[in-house]
């Protein structure tokens, strides 16, 4: 499925025709000195194992007992990847993992797909002999989920379906299935993914700093004049020779007021704010990170702005503990924001505080006022205050946060300054 910033910028290309050629499809010889420099670290990239994804599925029947849930079912996305490394697509046609609570899974598939969702099967972690059962096209596919339900003894019980999962097939399983309670599995399958284990969090770190290496090295090639696809396509390049597919968002001086940009060509003149979001993705593992600065020299207002902003993920930052919710560290952001008077609630600082991620650039949790969710180690998410002046200029600083035992660390560091936004 297409990240946040691939829909956003795929509106960017749709709405400007823009004329001049993109950068990154230049070759390295041509780039500039800091970008065509980078080194692959592609090598530093150990990819999930059959053991870890055994790992999580037992995980996930731990936590089905505990929510009292008699089996999950998954289709395509994230957390079908996530537990099984089975990569496939959502459309009309119905295709299923269900997991029972007790026993082996069995799987739900179009006949003419079963060979690909066999091999697919076969490299994960429930070996090669799976219990698939396959529907024609004229055939009724909530039939055979139906029979197999059956097969292991449940014609009635409490079947979580993951969150993800369309309309269609919820209401299908309603109607074929009445005596069964459906719910989400959202206890389960966010129960699982929250938690990342230290592998997990290796990738992400990774990711990190993939990204940040990327954003300077851009950073130091921008030159007045430029485009906002221009310096995006410098982000993607330095992304390609760091080994890992990235890219961002580009905002620019009052467009930078808009948290996720514009449809509008952008040029970037002289003492023009810009803020940038983007990351990559290793080993299915994303970051994600903003940051903001001046092509020359900046206003006393915009280093007023940049400053509160910068206190405020640090007041984050200091909140993020295990025992503290979720809502604990959006509002201590916020305060400090509204205290310099920046306020009321979301009228400069738009946005939730952060959001959680791993696989997914949003996932569970999220940092967003009354969200009584408690942190706990092991968790990550985004620490991105904002504050948004319309008509003028947008700060936001972002960087990924993860719990420790002994409260929060940032996988990258603070940007110290609009003038030095990696520091020197």
């Not at 503990?321 to 560290?329: F, I, R, S």
Request: with cysteine; net charge negative.
């Amino acid at each position: 499925m297409p990240s946040r910033r691939q829909f956003l910028r795929t509106g960017v290309a749709a709405g400007a025709v823009l004329a001049a050629p993109e950068i990154h499809a230049q070759s390295s010889a041509s780039q500039p000195a800091s970008i065509a420099g980078l080194k692959s670290m592609k090598s530093l990239a150990k990819p999930i194992t059959v053991d870890e994804r055994r790992q999580r599925i037992e995980r996930a029947w731990q936590l089905m007992a505990e929510n009292k849930l008699d089996a999950i079912a998954i289709c395509g996305g994230t957390s079908l990847v996530y537990f099984s490394d089975i990569r496939w697509w959502l459309s009309e046609r119905f295709f299923a993992m269900v997991l029972p609570a007790k026993g082996n899974p069995f799987y739900v598939c179009p006949a003419f797909e079963e060979d690909r969702a066999r091999e697919q099967i076969s490299r994960g972690p429930l070996g090669d002999s799976a219990d698939v059962r396959t529907w024609q096209e004229d055939e009724n596919p909530y039939e055979r989920f139906a029979q197999g339900l059956k097969d292991h003894g449940l014609t009635t019980g409490r079947i979580g379906l993951e969150e993800t999962m369309y309309h269609v097939y919820t209401n299908n399983l309603a109607k074929t299935l009445p005596s069964v309670h459906f719910e989400s599995a959202t206890p389960v399958t966010a129960g699982c993914r929250m938690i990342k284990s230290d592998h997990e969090l290796e990738l992400m770190k990774l990711a990190c700093k993939v990204t940040l290496t990327a954003f300077e090295a851009a950073w130091k090639s921008l030159r007045p004049g430029m485009t906002d696809r221009d310096f995006s396509g410098l982000i993607e390049a330095a992304h390609a020779n760091l080994g890992f597919p990235g890219d961002a968002l580009v905002m620019v001086g009052q467009y930078a007021a808009l948290p996720h940009g514009t449809i509008n060509p952008q040029t970037i003149h002289e003492n023009d704010l810009v803020l940038i979001d983007g990351g990559c993705k290793v080993e299915g593992y994303v970051s994600d990170i903003s940051r903001t600065f001046v092509v020359g020299k900046p206003t006393d207002r915009m280093k007023q702005v940049f400053d509160i902003v910068h206190r405020a993920q640090q007041a984050a930052y200091q909140a993020a503990k295990a025992g503290n919710t979720c809502g604990d560290v959006d509002a201590a952001a916020r305060k400090v924001i509204v205290d310099a008077g920046y306020g009321p609630g979301y009228k400069y600082f738009a946005h939730r505080l952060g959001h959680g991620m791993g696989m997914d650039g949003h996932e569970w949790p999220y940092l967003v006022k009354g969200n009584r969710l408690l942190l706990q180690k092991n968790m990550t998410f985004s620490d991105e205050p904002g504050i948004y002046i319309r008509g003028e200029f947008g700060v936001r600083l972002e960087d990924d946060q993860l719990i420790t035992e002994n409260g929060g660390e940032l996988m990258t560091p603070q940007s110290p300054s609009l003038e030095e936004p990696f520091g020197k």
